[in-house]
């Protein structure tokens, strides 16, 4: 099952703090967004589709009614649970006649049933991207054809078949530039445009390829030194590294059961992104690991701009951008292929950071016996 979308909308930072944590403790595999206000509730009704939605009735700027009525104008037709603690019978009668999925009142036991009845909730549904209604369907067997493999085969040939007509607009887009050399500056600015359009979505169209197909290569026999892994992402940034004056110390790295380019895919996009999102200082990058009860701890930290604490869960979602693109170039898919990759082989991936000064991924990988190679502590 694909990792599940749930909308909380709540004022009360307490409360949500609260629900927040039982929920991501309780469903290992949800995405929890919150929204504190209306405009809020709007954007993340404009930017995502989510499979299920927890709301507070009495909200300063709002009741719970108008909360499930925004998500249905939104065409958001997703179960909504109402979780109070300013309710009582009359408001739980007339939240179930009105549409609601069910209801929860705040309380020391409330909060262990909501992640309870979310989950009775998302277990009657099944998920899938995109606003809609979802209707439950008939379970399929395992031997079934996953309708979610024919969709990334669909995705992927439509994502190669775009890429010949687009080299074409990119390549008579150039020719048109150099014929009219000559050209009045708005006909000449209008051509960069083009040229520019074209080039951001081959640029897309490759990403879309990389996150699509990471981690679907894997052999199960594959084993990968990691440190090798590291080499190959740093010879291929090499050009970046040495313009940035970036120095990268890397611990002894451990022997992984994944497959080589999926973990140089991953180390690459993670020293992208330190590269990419660095002080005025030069990129200091720091790689370690450590085996945990049997799991391989990776870390990579650097001394870059930092993330907001509020934007942890958002870096690694697909085109989730946290700055202007005239600022920091890119797609936002880096770090969404390096959730796709370490997921694939049953690991996570999280951030830690301050605003300022820093940013350190965590990265945890199933260890094989005996796998810390011989390499010793160094700096690029």
Not at 243 to 262: C, F, H, K, M
């Amino acid at each position: 099952m694909g990792s599940r979308r749930i909308l909380l909308v709540d004022d009360n930072v307490d409360d949500s703090a609260l629900a927040l944590f039982v929920l991501s403790r309780e469903l290992k595999d949800a995405q929890i967004v919150r929204a504190a206000d209306e405009d809020a509730l709007e954007r993340a009704l404009l930017e995502e589709s989510f499979d299920l939605a927890v709301t507070e009735y009495r909200l300063g700027w709002a009741d719970g009614f108008h909360v499930l009525r925004t998500l249905r104008r939104f065409l958001c037709e997703c179960p909504v649970v109402m979780f109070t603690g300013c309710g009582g019978e009359e408001i739980a009668r007339n939240a179930l006649k009105g549409g609601f999925a069910d209801y929860v009142g705040k309380s020391p036991r409330g909060y262990l049933r909501l992640a309870q009845r979310v989950e009775a909730c998302l277990g009657s549904v099944p998920t899938q991207p995109g606003p809609g209604k979802k209707a439950p369907g008939p379970e399929i067997p395992d031997s079934a054809p996953s309708s979610t493999s024919q969709s990334v085969e669909l995705l992927q040939a439509v994502s190669h078949d775009l890429q010949e007509p687009l080299r074409g607009i990119s390549r008579f887009s150039r020719l048109l530039e150099e014929r009219l050399a000559e050209a009045d500056p708005d006909t000449k600015r209008y051509l960069r445009h083009v040229v520019d359009a074209s080039g951001r979505m081959r640029e897309m169209l490759d990403d879309y390829l990389k996150f699509l197909r990471a981690g679907k290569g894997k052999d199960a026999g594959e084993i990968t030194d990691l440190r090798a892994a590291v080499d190959s992402a740093m010879a291929n940034l090499r050009a970046g590294i040495e313009e940035s004056g970036a120095e990268i110390t890397i611990s002894r790295l451990p022997v992984v059961a994944a497959g080589l380019n999926d973990m140089v895919r991953l180390f690459q996009n993670l020293l992208e992104n330190a590269l990419k999102f660095r002080s005025a200082a030069p990129p200091r990058v720091e790689i370690t690991a450590e085996c945990v009860d049997s799991v391989h701890l990776l870390s990579v930290k650097d001394n870059g701009i930092g993330i907001d604490r509020a934007d942890f869960h958002r870096v690694f979602q697909m085109h989730r951008r946290l700055h202007p693109t005239r600022d920091f170039p890119g797609n936002g898919m880096g770090l969404a292929i390096c959730k796709r990759i370490v997921e694939e082989y049953g690991g996570r991936i999280w951030v830690d950071s301050q605003v300022g000064i820093g940013s350190t991924f965590y990265v945890t990988l199933p260890a094989v016996a005996d796998s810390v190679s011989e390499e010793t502590r160094e700096s690029a």
